[in-house]
Structure formats: C-alpha cells, structure tokens
C-alpha cells in the first residue's frame, strides 16, 4: 500500500518562510508527476503547482515567483518552498500523486 505523508505547515507572519515535504512509501513503481493542491477556508481545493520526472514545473498565477516546487527522487520526496507568504494562502495544503492518491493535508495559517 502506497501513502504520501506531509509536513512542515505551521503558524507563520506575512512575509515569512516555510517549506512543506511530502514523502511517498510503500510498493512505488515509478513516480511522474508530483503535485501540490490546497484548500482555502471555506474554499474548494485548488492546484498550486506540479513538476514532472523531468524536473519540469507549472505554478498557478496566484504563487508564481513566490513558491517553489521541488523533488528528490531518490527520497520519492516532493517539497513546495514559500516564500512572501501572504494571509491569503492560508489553507491546508495536500500532495496528490497520479494513481497513489493525495496526503492527509498539512495546514498553513499566515497571520500576524
């Protein structure tokens, strides 16, 4: 049985830093594309961003330049980096994976 873990959310001021991960485990074949979807309060889920086995990456206008996504597959780990954070992405943050599934969230509350 596969199950993709997250972690890393937490408490943060506007303008500040956090860096969530995402670990696969279990019977893994082959990883494509790892992503990062979110759910505001309130809110439906929404993509945030993506990046393929070739380390090619998408982002949603509402974090470009500010998020980074990133993988280490060695460590079938996928990361998203957030920079500038703003009130407006506090939300509960999942990994979902093609044909493995989605993590069981982690959330991220920016606030002063």
């Known amino acids: 049985q596969v199950q993709l873990v997250e972690s890393g959310g937490g408490l943060v001021q506007p303008g500040g830093s956090l860096r969530l991960s995402c670990a696969a485990s279990?019977?893994?074949?082959?990883?494509?594309?790892m992503t990062w979807y979110r759910q505001p309060p309130g809110k439906e889920r929404e993509w945030v961003a993506g990046i393929s086995s070739g380390d090619i990456t998408n982002y949603a206008d509402s974090v470009k330049g500010r998020f980074t996504i990133s993988r280490d597959n060695a460590k079938n780990t996928v990361y998203l980096q957030m920079n500038r954070l703003k009130p407006e992405d506090t939300a509960v943050y999942y990994c979902?994976?093609?044909?493995?599934?989605w993590g069981q969230g982690t959330q991220v509350i920016v606030s002063s």
């Open positions: 279990g019977s893994i074949v082959s990883i494509n594309v």
């Open positions: 979902y994976v093609p044909r493995m599934g």
